[in-house]
């Protein structure tokens, strides 16, 4: 006879754990009890040695899908108790509140079955769940993970629930959200006034039919507010794009089947597995040339759409219905983060919804749909949302309960306390006080689930956004962390890989120490310290913020560097053409005279400029419009064809120069060589420009992380270049390489007081 005392940490709540325990504790004739506890789940455990050691070994082997354990402690103990039996005990509130929260997760095999069983209690019923499947995240309060700490608190359990929930051999034993059409949330259709035009499956038949008629429907998902509309309805689409002030950025899909979406996509096996993953991401897939079951302007001038399949009871039973894909974008005006109370949606979303399906389960927090894209055969997510957040990351030190409040665009938070950091989910920009109110928010939120005291915050070095006076008004002390450094390191956290490395920091925009927008750097860390060891040659970006909107701005700025006033004179270039001529006339001056133009090392302004130039893009409707239309169009011409640049010694730094590069980019013009042809070797002179560098450099771990790397051609061109010249190059995987990834950089630069130098 035996005691162990086993302490068992990493997601091990809400998905089935103790009940797992307890079968195997019975199937192997052991005593005594299993409880959560703010860490994670212990186990008191008495019985022979051999079958202690059975269970042991078949703790890992034999655990729930959802379950993963990071560590397990196991105490041998003296005194004997002589348990009776093995039971199940309710939570412990007392301690260091370390276990982790579980995304919210797709709808499981068997809750399906029920909802389309007419025998089962549950049929039809849109808020089935069990320990397998479920919500999580979008419903938690704080830890432990108990229903009296969710927002299934106000639901008690009828009877039959409870005796699920109360018996160890049930799929459904503690699972928090359990709920059935006699004591569960319910459904209701609301018109723009909020009164109630149909409760139960009568709302939802009756949403589907004004979807049919090509109107569109706020509905109140899993985190918060989706607007549905019929892909397939030109018309629809065109009226929720002006009334969502979206004119030409992609709208997702959500398609009724795998089947279904093979139709107008080509889907690989990895992104297969990803679309039917429990994480149910959205999922950027090649469209196919004879697709004609969607509308244009669902993703108008983009070979790629954003599909996901239906993820909750409720979606299942929407898409059931209507066998067609329907747009499921956020619930928002643009730009702004989405709605999660369905009184707060009848206002903000007064302008775009004709109807509302909403329902009374309260959504903690705001979770939007994840984004994924495939490269080089495996996930880098885009969007860190529903699915994945909040991301539990290991830190190779220890921190003081640190808060990180990210960047300005694509804004994401993150917090972190001894060994762990906890990315929050993807918020938005902080363009609009909503978004700015939304950030706020998942502060409070993501420190109440950890029961966390903040002691200090960290905050890009930009005194201009949001996020970085939120920090500056906290009263901690503060840390300010350089934008390209923090994506460096959150690549690394992402790949679990330590120092030294080199970076190569790409994206649109981030404040340097020196007051130049950075944008194209190299950034060499090893130990503390952090170099910028090269950089983009600089150029002028006339209008500052304005550029960034207007890649015509940029482009002129850019040629106005290699041939100064001359530029004007050179009518036949596409930037200048696309502007009229009395704007041309101020733009000149402000370059002339140095007014508001600051000077930027930016590859994402460089792409800009590069679209503009091959008149691909002149202005942007949405953020990184231009680059991603550039990389589009370079993407089907499989060429090896690069150009010229030279790399300058300056100070121990290397200068990129891309004149030469830009000088033939303009012979390639005038000789008619085509846009795509010109793109693909823009793209591939970036690749090695890389590797150049790289050369240069000598280190062998190399990290390619910023905004440019969402650029599926220059990731996988860069990375297989790299890899045939012996170097180990590193991208994102599970974080993300634009700005979502900040908040995590700038965590671990706080734990690694690092600094950069210039
Ligand atoms: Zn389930
Ligand atoms: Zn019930
Ligand atoms: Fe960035």
Redesign the pocket.
């Known amino acids: 006879m035996q005691r162990l005392k086993i302490n068992i940490q990493g997601v091990v709540q809400g998905v089935g754990f103790r009940p797992f325990v307890y079968r195997l504790a019975n199937e192997l004739d052991l005593k005594g009890r299993v409880g959560n506890s703010p860490q994670g789940v212990q186990i008191d455990l008495e019985g022979d040695n051999e079958n202690l050691e059975k269970f042991l070994n078949r703790l890992e082997s034999d655990k729930p899908p959802l379950a993963s354990i990071n560590s397990t402690e196991i105490d041998r103990l003296e005194e004997i108790i002589g348990y009776k039996d093995f039971t199940v005990r309710t939570s412990d509130n007392n301690g260091d509140k370390s276990a982790l929260v579980l995304p919210d997760t797709a709808t499981c095999h068997d809750c399906l079955s029920e909802i389309f069983d007419p025998t089962d209690r549950r049929h039809r019923y849109p808020f089935t769940n069990c320990t397998n499947c479920g919500p999580r995240y979008s419903i938690i309060h704080t830890l432990p993970y108990d229903r009296a700490n969710t927002t299934m608190q106000i639901f008690p359990m009828c009877k039959k629930c409870r005796d699920e929930y109360e018996d160890p051999a049930n799929r459904r034993f503690h699972a928090q959200p359990n709920a059935c059409p006699e004591c569960g949330p319910h459904l209701e259709l609301w018109d723009k006034s909020g009164k109630v035009l149909a409760m139960h499956d009568d709302a939802l038949l009756a949403a589907c039919e004004t979807i049919r008629q090509g109107k569109i429907v706020a509905l109140k998902g899993l985190g918060g507010f989706q607007l549905l509309v019929d892909a397939r309805d030109d018309h629809a689409v065109r009226r929720l794009r002006k009334r969502k002030n979206r004119e030409e950025k992609p709208f997702a899909l959500m398609y009724p089947s795998l089947d279904n979406a093979a139709i107008d996509c080509d889907i690989t096996s990895v992104e297969k597995n990803l679309l039917l993953s429990p994480q149910s991401p959205i999922v950027l897939l090649q469209k196919l040339n004879n697709n004609t079951n969607l509308a244009d302007n669902v993703a108008p001038d983009n070979p790629y759409l954003g599909v996901m399949l239906p993820y909750t009871p409720l979606h299942y039973l929407l898409m059931h219905e209507l066998q067609f894909p329907v747009i499921a974008t956020s619930g928002n005006l643009s730009d702004e983060p989405i709605c999660i109370d369905e009184h707060e949606a009848l206002h903000r979303l007064k302008n775009i919804a004709d109807l509302y399906l909403v329902h009374n389960r309260p959504i903690a927090r705001q979770v939007d749909d994840s984004v994924v894209r495939v490269m080089n055969g495996s996930a880098m997510v885009v969007r860190n949302a529903r699915g994945y957040a909040p991301t539990p990351v290991e830190l190779m030190g220890s921190v003081a309960s640190t808060l990180a409040v990210g960047?300005h665009?694509k804004n994401s938070v993150a917090i972190a306390r001894g060994n762990f950091a906890f990315a929050g989910q993807h918020i938005g920009d902080l363009e609009t006080t909503e978004a700015f109110e939304a950030m706020k928010k998942t502060t409070v939120s993501l420190s109440k689930i950890y029961d966390f005291k903040q002691e200090a915050v960290v905050c890009d070095l930009h005194p201009d956004y949001l996020s970085t006076r939120f920090a500056e008004n906290s009263g901690l002390p503060i840390r300010k962390v350089q934008?390209?450094l923090a994506?460096v390191l959150s690549c690394m956290a992402d790949n679990k890989i330590s120092e030294p490395v080199l970076g190569v920091s790409w994206?649109?925009?981030?404040l340097g120490p020196d007051k130049t927008v950075w944008?194209g750097e190299f950034i060499a860390v090893d130990g503390r310290a952090a170099e910028r060891v090269a950089h983009l040659r600089l150029f002028p970006l006339p209008g500052g913020d304005k550029a960034v909107k207007e890649p015509r701005r940029t482009a002129l700025g850019l040629l106005y560097e290699i041939y100064g006033s001359d530029i004007f004179g050179m009518d036949e270039l596409a930037p200048l053409r696309a502007f009229e001529k009395p704007e041309i006339a101020i733009l000149q001056k402000a370059l002339e005279n140095k007014i508001n133009t600051p000077l930027t090392s930016s590859t994402g302004r460089l792409f800009d400029a590069v679209s503009s130039i091959l008149g691909i893009c002149h202005i942007s409707r949405y953020e990184g419009q231009a680059a991603m239309m550039l990389e589009y169009a370079g993407n089907s011409k499989a060429t090896e064809q690069r150009y010229h640049y030279e790399i300058h010694n300056d100070k121990s730094k290397f200068i990129i120069d891309w004149e030469p590069m830009i000088r033939e980019i303009l012979r390639d013009c005038r000789g008619k060589i085509s846009p795509g042809r010109i793109a693909s070797r823009f793209q591939n002179t970036l690749a090695d420009i890389i590797l150049s560098v790289c050369n240069s450099i000598g280190q062998e771990n190399i990290v390619l992380t910023?905004?440019c790397f969402q650029n599926k051609y220059l990731t996988e061109k860069t990375i297989s270049r790299l890899e045939s010249a012996g170097f180990k190059p590193y991208r994102h995987h599970r974080i993300p390489p634009?700005?979502g990834g900040?908040a995590l950089g700038q965590i671990i630069a706080a734990a690694g007081e690092m600094e950069i130098e210039i």
Do not use: E, F
């Open positions: 960047a665009l934008h390209h994506h994206d649109g925009t981030g944008g910023g905004g634009n700005d900040i």
